[in-house]
């Protein structure tokens, strides 16, 4: 086991199942020597994240809807309950409704374009002002976007809009917490065969089009994506906020392809 994380206390949410890129940060984490809490989000959830907390010597385990006020609120209220600290919050929650994902942009419903920015966006601002008063020593939150929020990815549509959102947000959240020294950062991942990211049309094609373009010709591991966060939640991290940082294989540097 490796010391990066060694005496940090790690609230993650959004593990949904072994394939979702939360988890991988989770087992990095873990890998790092850190205290881990996971969230999970309704009864149904409630088994899955437990099983998994137990592969990387989860803690705690709280329900936290992020739609929901006083669900956040409970989360942070049973932490503080029991002195609980924090040191790092990734936020890896995101969600648009499939018919939004899968007709144009412009055709977007107004209650389709509320709930994805809700819980892709607005759900970071509302645990970073629930979880802030718990980093006592500071810390970092973490979130994850996308390339679809600053370039138009193809059926990515709403979920690209929100995800603009998410970036703006991360940095007015950098500027209003950093007198507590606590950091706030974005991953942005290359595409990775998720069950969420089967909601978008096509794409095992984005993933083709990546790996034969990209670089480093080929796709992202969430590992890499993981490692990633480990950096930003330790402390060789400590001087970087209000950014958004690739981990893509190089994809975003990209124009147009020769071949």
Known sequence: ??????????????????????????????????????????????????????????????????TKDA????????????????????????????????????????EGFALAHDVSAFSLVAVARATAPLMVNGGAILTLTYLGAVRVVENYNVMGVAKAALESCVRYLAHDLGAAKIRVNAISA?????????????????????????????????AEVADAAVFLGSDLGRGVTGNVIYVDAGFQIMALSAG
């Open 1 to 66: 086991m490796s010391t990066l994380l060694q005496g940090k206390t790690a609230l993650i949410l959004g593990v949904a199942n072994r394939w979702s890129i939360a988890y991988a940060i989770a087992q990095a984490f873990h890998r790092e020597g850190a205290r881990i809490i996971l969230t999970y989000q309704g009864e149904r959830q409630r088994a899955t994240v437990e099983e998994l907390g137990a592969e990387v010597g989860a803690v705690r385990i709280l329900n936290c809807d992020v």
């Open 71 to 110: 669900e956040i609120a409970a989360m942070a209220e049973a932490l503080q309950a029991e002195n609980t600290s924090l040191d790092v919050v990734m936020h890896s929650i995101a969600f648009a409704n499939r018919e939004d994902l899968s007709r144009p942009f412009v055709e977007t419903s107004r």
């Open 190 to 222: 290359g595409p990775i065969k998720t069950t969420s990211a089967r909601g978008i049309k096509d794409f095992s094609k984005v993933l083709e089009g990546v790996s034969a373009v990209a670089p480093l010709k080929r796709n992202t591991d969430p």
